[in-house]
């Protein structure tokens, strides 16, 4: 495939381009609408995004009984002392601010009576859970979202533009090129700043619970750019997925358990208890490495959701999504035990970015799943991921209007990590597959199988070893799959080596051969940029 740079042409341009149509996106456009000209470029249907299939809810602190440093702390304990404190104060602190803006923009949330009605989900301290629809929040936030967008007469939104390399200038991000959805042939826009709201990488995993789009696109094309990325080895795993074969992995939402739902295994004994104080509402990490020790001791692929002890009517009228779906595979979740086992689900790293979104790359701006802003540190508390892209892609929005630079970011020590062998996470690789789609589905089964829940070094050199062999042919022509499946093989090489190179376990990240924290130095953060070796500060 064709050597990733940045490249000057003449083109068209406006004045900002968001490539992505999800919650960050969205609300970035809104910001974004008053100093100019925006283009949002979404490489399927406009709705189809992370945001529109979010079941759970979003989290602020707005209930009675709640304050912003409760919320503050919460965060700070699941994401295992890696969190960045100030990133987290800006999100709870800007939260309800931007809930509030959100309902006046004409937002429904679940209400009871008058009331706003919240629910708990695991490691949250306090009922801070808003939802709409019962389990279709993100639905809901999206149509509201997309609804004021519609009023901006300077806002256009363009599906079926799938970016494929961002175009630059003397050092600047000044542009992006993409593939016409009509032709496949590729067109360039210019701008004077472009934001990557492009979203999450579940499907570089066999397993996943979120939609095809989400490969990796936002955080693969900054690196090739040379734009720096952090803490990939930071993949949550959701603890819930529907396990029905020839099914999707879909998600059942952590509220069912935050409504009394228990966890059992294939000999229906009640496990979590045994692992956490908090028994269902753990943390997610602990619950999906439960999971998969309880599957383990009984030698199954699964263990089941129990909602059989909750009202019937009450959890068809609060999850009426989730019902409906388990019931197409003839599942009722009142009466049945569900079939379920972990998935991967979100990313908590990904383009390093400062407070405002800024990226190392001048005129490159980052917000929402794609953006490492050390919010969620380890392990990401749930119902903040729709929280922070509300909340960061005002922010870009705003430093973007208001030229914003970014403080300089970490760089290496100067000398490499010994067992780093392999400096590019971009190497074409040395045994091209004939076929694109099995070298994605070979790349993918490597990630599940050694990269995933639990992980140790063996399986982890092996990854990195056979995800740096594995190569593409060269596409007869530009496709939105060739592309997609280089920046597949692009993550999965980087989330491999970063989680090679992290000798501890932390949050969502656990090594069996290095089971315990590292406790003698402060946590650290990894980064790498092209054609470097991860490192740490």
């Known amino acids: ?43 399927d249907d406009l709705y189809e995004s992370s945001t529109e299939y979010a079941q759970g809810g979003i989290a602020a602190a707005l209930s009675e009984d709640d304050e912003v440093t409760l919320h503050l702390h919460d965060t700070l304990l699941a994401g295992d002392g890696l969190c960045r404190q100030e990133a987290v104060q800006v999100l709870v602190e800007e939260g309800p601010r931007q809930i ?12 009871n009576g008058s009331k706003l009605a919240f629910t708990r989900e695991g490691a949250h301290s306090r009922s801070r859970v808003l939802h709409a629809q019962g389990d279709s929040t993100g639905s809901e936030i999206l149509r509201a979202l997309m609804a004021k967008a519609r009023t901006l007469h300077s806002i256009q939104l363009q599906s079926h533009a799938f970016v494929t390399e961002l175009v630059g200038e003397d050092g600047r991000v000044r542009g992006v090129s993409y593939l016409d959805a009509q032709n496949s042939q590729p067109k360039d826009i210019a701008a004077s700043a472009v934001l990557l709201a492009t ?29 720096l990325v952090s803490d990939l080895e930071f993949i949550q795993f959701h603890p819930t997925a529907l396990f029905v074969k020839g099914a999707p992995r879909f998600l059942l939402s952590e509220a069912l358990r935050g409504e009394g739902a228990h966890l059992r295994n294939l000999l229906l004994d009640r496990f979590m208890p045994r692992y956490h104080e908090a028994a269902e509402l753990a943390p997610r990490d602990v619950v999906a490495r439960a999971i998969i020790l309880e599957m383990q001791k009984t030698r199954g692929d699964f263990v089941y959701l129990d909602m059989t002890g909750l009202n019937a009517e009450h959890v068809k009228k609060r999850f ?26 979100y990313a908590m790293g990904g383009v390093a970015t400062d407070l ?6 001048p005129g490159l701006f ?61 190497l074409p690789g040395t045994l091209p597959c004939p076929d694109v789609s099995k070298a994605v589905d070979e790349a993918r089964a ?13 399986h982890l050199t092996e990854a990195v070893k056979r995800l740096g062999e594995l190569g593409l042919p060269e596409p007869p022509q530009p496709s939105r799959q060739a592309y997609e499946s280089r920046n597949i093989l692009t993550v999965a090489r980087l989330i491999a080596r970063c989680a090679l190179a992290r000798e501890e376990s932390r949050g969502a990240h656990y090594r069996s051969d290095f089971p315990l924290k590292n406790e003698s130095a402060h946590a650290r953060h990894s980064f ?3 054609n470097s070796s991860p490192y740490f500060a």
């Open 1 to 43: 495939m064709m050597e990733p740079r940045m490249v000057t042409r003449k083109n068209s341009g406006v004045d900002f381009v968001i490539l992505g149509g999800g919650i960050a996106g969205m609300r970035a456009a809104i910001e974004l609408a008053r100093g100019g000209r925006v283009l949002v470029l979404t490489k």
């Open 100 to 111: 509030h803006q959100l309902i006046e923009w004409g937002m429904h949330f679940d209400r």
């Open 199 to 227: 979203g999450g990488m579940g499907n570089v995993y066999k397993e996943t619970t979120n939609p095809s789009v989400a490969c990796g696109d936002g955080v693969a094309m900054a690196y090739r750019a040379g734009a």
């Open 320 to 345: 009426p999504r989730i019902y409906n779906t388990c019931l197409s595979y003839n599942i009722d979740i009142t009466t049945d035990l569900v079939p379920i086992r972990p998935a991967a689900h």
């Open 356 to 361: 405002h979104g800024a990226t190392s790359l």
């Open 366 to 426: 980052a917000a929402g799943e794609v953006a490492s802003t050390g919010v969620h540190g380890a392990n990401r508390l749930a119902s903040n991921s729709l929280l922070e892209g509300l909340v960061f892609g005002a922010r870009a929005a705003a430093a973007i209007l208001n030229n914003h630079t970014p403080a300089p970011f970490p760089s290496p020590a100067p000398k490499a990590n010994a067992h780093e062998s392999q400096p590019a996470a971009s």
């Open 446 to 458: 490597i990630m599940w199988e050694k990269v995933a829940i639990i992980r140790n070094g063996k």
């Open 528 to 530: 790498i940029r092209n």
